[in-house]
């Protein structure tokens, strides 16, 4: 695929990292010729120097033929008008902008083709990594939840411990162990390394990483069966009242107790007046041990440490972990510390590039691709596609899923059945679906077993321990040329 | 030692591919039966063999390529290659040393075009088609077919292509990925010598001797299958045809490049390069012919110019053709012609020496040094093009500069020591360095290098790996701090 990604910030840096080692033409516009520079060294793609909202820039960088644009400049501003001149004076058939502004996001008419600045999708990561941390605050035992299938199905990794119902058991007892609970185990990374044939006898070790897809109405049951269930989560500490600080702030207000730690005095102001006022706004350093323990981190049944700086955010949690928070959140942005710290005292390492990249890469894989999650910082993957064809024309249609070829280790985690793709519901008449109250079929959330028949226009749910492989599952939903 | 493992399976597959460019020769053996056919089983055996062998016994090594690496690679390729590629001349001519089989291999690879063969007519077909066909796969570079085809390389494929690629600006890449790159090189450069070949062909030569002469012409080497080279034909068609190619080849192949993709030959023309390198070559043209006329060496200034024309794009493009004995010209036109072969050619393209971009700019650094002597707080940035030239590219020529004269004078020295006389001495390794073939004296364009000792014609081998390399790509091996862990 030719992509264009314009600005070689954080965001373009890791999204050209992540796409650049997939045979895609790659060509990165910035402003700063030195980072272009040492970007081209490290990775196999083109940089073009300049402004990318002039059209002989993007022309320069070969705009013609791209088929996805990707804006993430600094500003907003930006990437708008790139969008624009790329979709209208080259026709880029799919562009993508990163917006901070939530105002932008929220105004959709903004960002249509005619009249707007011909946004397809819009991304921001920090709206995805609030989301996340939403996410994790809901299921506090989990290092990370991901939703498929609009939500009906969630992929959840989780640290075994011991005391769990299913650890030190095999795979083949989880069907006596926890009846009621349907749930597929795709993978097992045991000491940072996964575990490569999962079978019948596999069992699960306190200290594993698990990671399990299920209907996502039985996520607690999931939780409850790897470790014991804490309590929910109660009060909150935020490290760092920037934007995701503040997003995430006003997504839980009212649900939990926050306090939030802010060093600058004009920015806690601000915050005081944006949000409700139980939310305790304290200005005062990150790292500030004295302040901390006068706001009783100990309580705490989270700490989340959000500033902009890493290294800020590594020694506020190892602090906070110390003083007595239960688990602590550190938002990371280079990759090296991201994997230094996995697995020590800091309970969870989020990185905002990687949170987006996901939404992205729905867009490069091909086939009818819905969501695309990137996971283990990168190395791994979870893809939900449609299939279509019929038996004789599609690998996957009409079989049994014992009966597919997959490559070594790939998993089919579970299989969405009924769920109108975005298509037919646009093409659905408003009036046909209200005439019986709701939708014909109710969608029907079916966990996948050796035996379970994949049948034309399910969703699927795929996992992938190696990003290498998504040349072989792509092909998988390729419908072969006798379809039609 | 653990530095270079990763390197060797690469190295593996490059040598198993290079078996492959022996199928050429040996098709032509076939179809004609020549004498040298059963030189090529064994050839192709042993070449296949080892690089296979290789590949297969390091292949566990195997990891991404470092910056570091790309030189190590890139100059153990160009060495390693040559022992492979004397294989079928030491097969068919029993006679031949290994000296003068490796520098023979070397002088095809990095299109020098000097030889250490007479009665060149009295060869078997096949093995002067091996000779040309070396020089046109050096001519563009193995390495830049090893990115294109391989798919091995992975994303140190760049660090190759710069190590091997000449010229002072090597950051711009024509499309976003380097395998891209290099395949739109090889098919300009591809279709460029087809034309060649027919053009030839339509000039009067057989089958067999235009593509031998596309070969050498393109890749601006400067074998020939004859002993008297182009002057064989007597005609004044196949010069004209020499002197239009190797005009071509002597241009950035990424202009072409452009050309093919923007359908407009606006970049060609633009170019300040290009213009530079027609400019030069038309008035040295000019200058020698009046010379010679007034030298009462030809009647007429016609004659004079087709000699000329030939000469001067054959030795300014570095090929080496000959179509007379310029040697006898008075000595300041074969002098100022060797001289053209150090500069005159673009980066990018077929030939060797300094390259006419990085002469532009010391031409023009040399000139704002002038003006600041006026002015001495006047803001004078070098450009090229409309460009700005950043410092450290300028900081890189002129270290460039001075490796190269360093190079040039150490290995005449070299040379002297030996007991060659001064002008053979001194134009051997300046023919050899940049890599364009016959020097005066004892290599002039009559004789050949056979004359040379041992000791002086591994010199010259020498010589043509570092012009070919671009220097430093080499020179940096020797550095301590390379090998530093």
């Keep these: 695929m030719n992509i264009l990604i314009l600005g070689a910030g954080r965001v373009g840096e890791s999204v050209a990292e992540s796409l650049a080692s997939e045979a895609n033409d790659i060509t990165v516009i910035d402003t700063d010729p030195a980072r272009l520079a040492a970007l081209q060294d490290r990775l196999d793609l083109k940089g073009v120097a300049g402004n990318g909202i002039q059209p002989s820039i993007l022309r320069e960088a070969g705009v013609e033929d791209a088929d996805l644009f990707i804006a993430c400049a600094p500003m907003d501003e930006t990437n708008l008008v790139a969008c624009k001149v790329a979709h209208h004076m080259f026709n880029v058939p799919t562009t993508i902008a990163r917006i901070r502004s939530p105002e932008f996001q929220d105004d959709a008419p903004l960002t249509t083709e005619r009249e707007g600045f011909a946004v397809d999708q819009v991304i921001c990561p920090e709206e995805s990594v609030t989301r996340t941390i939403r996410k994790l605050v809901e299921y506090p035992e989990a290092l990370q939840v991901l939703e498929f299938a609009d939500g009906l199905v969630s992929l959840i990794a989780v640290r075994a411990v011991a005391g769990g119902p299913l650890v030190q058991h095999s795979l083949a007892e989880i069907p006596q162990l926890v009846p009621s609970t349907d749930m597929r185990i795709v993978a097992i990374y045991r000491l940072d390394k996964p575990l490569t044939e999962l079978t019948g006898t596999t069992r699960i070790e306190p200290g594993d990483e698990v990671f399990v897809l299920a209907a996502t109405d039985k996520l607690r049951a999931v939780l409850g069966a790897l470790r014991r269930i804490d309590r929910p989560v109660k009060r909150i500490m935020i490290a760092g009242g920037g934007k995701v600080g503040l997003r995430l702030a006003r997504m839980l207000r009212g649900e939990v107790q926050m306090k939030i730690l802010e060093v600058n005095k004009a920015r806690c102001d601000y915050l005081a007046t944006q949000l409700p006022s139980d939310v305790l706004i304290l200005n005062g350093d990150s790292t500030d041990e004295e302040l901390m323990g006068d706001e009783n981190v100990q309580d705490m049944d989270l700490f989340l440490a959000l500033t902009s700086d890493d290294e800020d955010n590594i020694m506020a949690c190892l602090l906070a972990k110390r003083m007595g928070a239960k688990r602590v959140l550190a938002l990371i942005n280079r990759k090296a510390y991201a994997d230094l710290v996995q697995g020590t005292t800091i309970d969870i390492a989020l990185s905002p590039s990687h949170a987006v990249i996901g939404e992205l890469l729905a867009y490069v894989r091909r086939g009818d691709v819905e969501a695309v999650h990137s996971l283990r910082r990168g190395a791994a993957e979870a893809l939900e596609a449609i299939v279509r064809g019929d038996k004789g024309s599609c690998k996957l249609a009409g079989r049994r899923i014992e009966e597919v070829a997959l490559p070594r280790g790939v998993q089919i985690g579970a299989i969405v059945r009924g769920l109108p793709t975005p298509a037919e519901e646009d093409a659905l008449p408003a009036v046909e679906m209200r005439a019986d109250g709701e939708l014909k079929t109710q969608p029907q959330v079916i966990i996948a077993h050796h035996d379970t028949v994949v049948q034309t226009g399910d969703r699927v749910i795929v996992f992938m321990p190696s990003r290498k492989q998504v040349r072989d599952v792509e092909k998988l939903f390729q419908v072969s040329a006798t379809f039609f | 030692m653990s530095s270079f493992l990763p390197l060797l399976p690469i190295l593996g597959g490059v040598i198993a591919m290079f078996a492959l460019a022996m199928l050429v020769p040996l098709s032509f053996a076939f179809v004609g039966n020549d004498a040298a056919l059963y030189a090529y089983d064994g050839a192709i055996l042993i070449t296949a063999g080892c690089g296979l062998a290789l590949w297969w016994f390091t292949r566990r090594f195997k990891r991404e390529l470092q910056p570091r690496d790309g030189f190590l690679l890139v100059t153990l390729i160009w060495t390693v290659l040559p022992a492979f590629a004397m294989l079928p001349l030491l097969f068919a001519l029993p006679g031949m040393s290994v000296t003068d089989a490796y520098f023979e291999a070397m002088s095809g690879l990095t299109a020098t075009g000097a030889t250490a063969l007479s009665g060149l007519d009295a060869l078997p077909l096949s093995i002067n088609v091996w000779r040309c066909w070396l020089q046109f796969l050096g001519g563009l570079g193995v390495v830049v077919v090893a990115v294109a085809v391989l798919p091995l390389l992975g994303v140190g494929a760049s660090q190759l292509y710069k190590a091997e690629t000449p010229g002072p600006m090597k950051d711009s890449k024509l499309t976003p990925r380097i395998a891209e790159t290099a395949r739109g090189l090889w098919v300009v450069y591809v279709g460029l010598s087809l034309l060649c070949m027919l053009a030839y062909r339509a000039a009067g030569m057989g089958w067999a001797d235009a593509f031998m002469h596309m070969c050498s012409t393109m890749g601006l080497g400067g074998f020939s299958p004859y002993d008297a080279s182009i002057g064989h034909f007597q005609s004044v068609a196949v010069e004209g045809v020499a002197i239009v190619f190797m005009l071509v080849a002597g241009v950035n192949f990424a202009r072409y490049f452009v050309v093919w993709r923007t359908r407009s030959l606006m970049p060609l023309v633009r170019c300040v390069e290009t213009r530079s390198?027609?400019?030069?070559?038309?008035?040295?043209?000019?200058?020698?012919?009046?010379?010679?006329?007034?030298?009462?060496?030809?009647?007429?200034?016609?004659?004079?110019?087709?000699?000329?024309?030939?000469?001067?794009?054959?030795?300014?493009?570095?090929?080496?053709?000959?179509?007379?004995?310029?040697?006898?010209?008075?000595?300041?036109?074969?002098?100022?012609?060797?001289?053209?072969?150090?500069?005159?050619?673009?980066?990018?393209?077929?030939?060797?020496?300094?390259?006419?971009?990085?002469?532009?700019?010391?031409?023009?650094?040399?000139?704002?040094?002038?003006?600041?002597?006026?002015?001495?707080?006047?803001?004078?940035?070098?450009?090229?093009?409309?460009?700005?030239?950043?410092?450290?590219?300028?900081?890189?020529?002129?270290?460039?500069?001075?490796?190269?004269?360093?190079?040039?004078?150490?290995?005449?020295?070299?040379?002297?020591?030996?007991?060659?006389?001064?002008?053979?001495?001194?134009?051997?390794?300046?023919?050899s360095v940049n890599n364009i073939g016959p020097g005066l004296g004892d290599v002039g364009p009559a004789v050949n290098y056979q004359s040379l000792s041992d000791f002086q014609t591994w010199v010259c081998t020498f010589g043509m790996l570092l012009g070919r390399l671009e220097l430093l790509t080499v020179l940096v091996l020797l550095t301590p701090q390379f090998w530093r862990k």
């Design chain 2, 277 to 431: 390198y027609l400019l030069v070559l038309a008035a040295s043209t000019l200058l020698i012919a009046l010379y010679l006329v007034a030298h009462d060496e030809y009647g007429g200034l016609g004659e004079a110019l087709r000699h000329t024309a030939f000469h001067v794009v054959s030795l300014a493009t570095t090929t080496g053709y000959a179509s007379t004995d310029y040697a006898q010209w008075p000595l300041f036109a074969p002098m100022l012609m060797i001289l053209l072969g150090c500069f005159a050619g673009c980066a990018g393209s077929t030939a060797g020496g300094i390259k006419m971009v990085r002469m532009l700019l010391l031409v023009k650094q040399a000139r704002l040094e002038l003006v600041r002597i006026v002015h001495p707080r006047a803001v004078l940035p070098i450009t090229l093009g409309g460009a700005a030239v950043p410092g450290p590219v300028m900081a890189s020529v002129i270290a460039f500069m001075m490796v190269y004269g360093a190079t040039l004078a150490g290995l005449t020295l070299v040379m002297l020591f030996s007991g060659l006389e001064p002008i053979t001495a001194a134009t051997a390794v300046i023919a």
